[in-house]
């Protein structure tokens, strides 16, 4: 598993698929590491170049001193495009993961040739809510935002199914500092204006049953975008990539067979 050494920062990435295919980058949720693509990979189309890096502050990419801005995270996405030489990728984020998308579009256009937004937003929750997540999560640790968190991610009979209970072990076995400067990146960030600025093929995934990122909210950041559409997974919560692999793959196989990119 190969990392990538910026100097401030060194990125934790898997590098899949055919090297010469059509590039797909893959970005997680807040509190979570590449490991959430583990089911979607093996069903995505033969022929592509698919790339997953754990953000900063997770997964065994390093952590830097808090707080993070969101322009650094978007940052270190393009750092490590740039470096992969991955250019016209589509781009696949999860929550987190999905607003970094919607900046490094922004951006650097010439790096992306479509997004697929999963379960994210223009902006997520408020200021006050991050904050108090925040101070919780350094007084107390992530232990104390395990079960709240894992009724947002998931619906109840995945939360007490295997799957559930490991990612509740994966959230708890997280750097808090790095929880906690992401934290601080969502807390700052409103795209509402940027976003709408976007023209180009957009795919926005909803699970029926997401705590934190209703349907109603994804489907309206989606309006945003020209070149958009929505699609709603049944029964899936705010990951559905874990909770609903087969059906997460399947959207975005046949988004990127409608706009070309396999």
């Not at 502050?57 to 992969?84: F, N």
């Not at 709240?148 to 939360?159: H, L, S």
């Not at 750097?175 to 023209?199: K, V």
Request: charged share 20%; net charge negative; with cysteine.
């Amino acid at each position: 598993m190969p990392d990538k050494d910026f100097g401030d920062l060194r990125i934790h990435y898997l590098d899949e698929g055919d090297p010469a295919g059509a590039p797909v980058v893959f970005a997680h949720a807040l509190g979570s590491d590449l490991r959430i693509w583990d089911a979607v990979i093996p069903l995505l189309p033969q022929g592509l170049r698919l790339v997953r890096y754990d953000l900063r502050g997770h997964g065994q990419s390093t952590v830097p001193e808090p707080p993070y801005a969101m322009g650094a995270l978007i940052r270190d996405a393009e750092r490590l495009m740039d470096a992969l030489a991955l250019h016209e990728a589509v781009f696949v984020g999860c929550s987190l993961g999905g607003m970094i998308a919607q900046g490094l579009a922004v951006k650097r256009l010439d790096l992306i040739r479509g997004l697929v937004l999963c379960g994210t937003a223009a902006k997520i929750a408020t200021a006050e809510i991050w904050q108090d997540r925040i101070d919780q999560v350094r007084s107390y640790g992530l232990e104390s935002l395990a079960d709240a968190t894992m009724q947002r991610w998931f619906p109840p009979a995945v939360r007490a199914a295997p799957k559930g209970q490991l990612w509740r072990e994966r959230f708890v076995a997280g750097d808090p500092e790095g929880y906690a400067g992401c934290a601080a990146a969502l807390a700052g960030t409103d795209f509402y204006t940027p976003t709408s600025g976007l023209t180009l093929p957009t795919l926005a995934i909803a699970g029926t049953e997401d705590g934190t990122t209703p349907p109603d909210l994804v489907r309206e950041t989606a309006a945003l975008i020209k070149g958009s559409r929505f699609q709603m997974i049944r029964g899936a919560g705010h990951v559905t990539a874990i909770d609903k692999p087969a059906e997460t793959a399947a959207a975005i196989t046949a988004f990127l067979e409608q706009i070309g990119h396999v």
